[in-house]
């Protein structure tokens, strides 16, 4: 039933007013001028938690030891109602001692009988607080979502600005891209986990499925938060990729070894050294430029406060990675 129908009836003076105000699932209460509570429904009794004497016939402002007397309501009832025809959804927030934070909407129209000169005012309060709870989830979740796709479509432009074009082919260029890409929303898909992120696991997770059992870690247990998992894991593939291409993983003897060491030094703050070997791939020279790959270990190292070495050994690169925890 709506307020315009209620209030019909109890104009009316309708003889089944009271007994459908009471079956209402809102709390709704009827006070004069004075706002002294001249009824009240069985829903408000129970949703605020008081006993009817302790209602009927005291100010509403004074019920549940002043739980009402909220400032914003006293400016609604005694200014407003008395100006206006009708208010719908006026919005109250407050901490009521028995029942918590609580969010509601109040309704509230004047009753004028027609046998006599009195005025009293019809006042409902709907309960919106978890649909108002439901509505910040949703607001946040919109946001966290479009933050993450302006994220994702910088790291997705990235990508593509850093490949090496240069003697490429078209098909080339497309599969790099993709193997990248992969990578990337691979690791993004592991940071909105709601679960902490090992860092072995994080390891095997950015190596290709069919090379992960030679690729062997040890190390000290590790949690990676998630706002370094994207990075991390992107570093690691790209190890992982230069090995299976020129290093270690490009010939079927050769293994990687992953190890890392939580290091609490007395003169800076706890971190950790990873150290990744290539054994058993063909001899290795350093590059004649920077490509893609070391400007990625380098950039993403500093990016996280931390710093990369790359030692290209004739039997295998060492790359040796330090980060603050």
Known sequence: MMLEDLYRLLR?????????????????????????????NNSFI???????????????????NGQWDI???????????????????????????EIGQKTFLVD?????????????????????????????????????TRHRMKNLFAVVRSLAMRIEVEGQTASDYRDIFLEQLEATLRAQQIASSSEPTDLAFLLHESVSETEVDRVKVDGDAVTIDSSRVVTLSMMFHELATNSLKYGALSVQ???????WRVENGSQEPAHIVLTWTDHGGPPVQPPS??????????????HMGGAVELDYRPDGLVVTLRLPL
């Open 289 to 302: 430029k920077t490509g893609y790959g070391t400007q990625l270990l380098e950039g993403a190292s500093r």
């Open 71 to 97: 400032g914003d309501l006293r400016r609604l009832m005694s200014d407003v109602i008395p100006k206006a025809a009708a208010i719908i959804g006026f919005e109250v927030q407050h901490d009521f001692p």
């Open 46 to 64: 129970k949703t605020f938690r008081v006993d009817r004497d302790e209602v009927v016939g005291h100010s509403l402002f004074d019920v549940g």
């Open 108 to 144: 509230a129209r004047k009753l004028v009988h027609p046998d006599d000169n009195s005025t009293s005012i019809l006042v409902l309060f709907d309960d919106v607080t978890e649909r108002k709870r439901a509505d910040a989830e949703k607001d946040f979740l919109i946001s966290e």
């Open 253 to 259: 003897e050769g293994h990687v070894a992953v190890h």
């Open 12 to 40: 009316a003076g309708h003889v089944q007013a009271q007994g459908i105000v009471d079956t209402m699932t809102q709390p709704i209460v009827v006070v004069d001028q004075a706002m002294i509570v001249s009824a009240a």
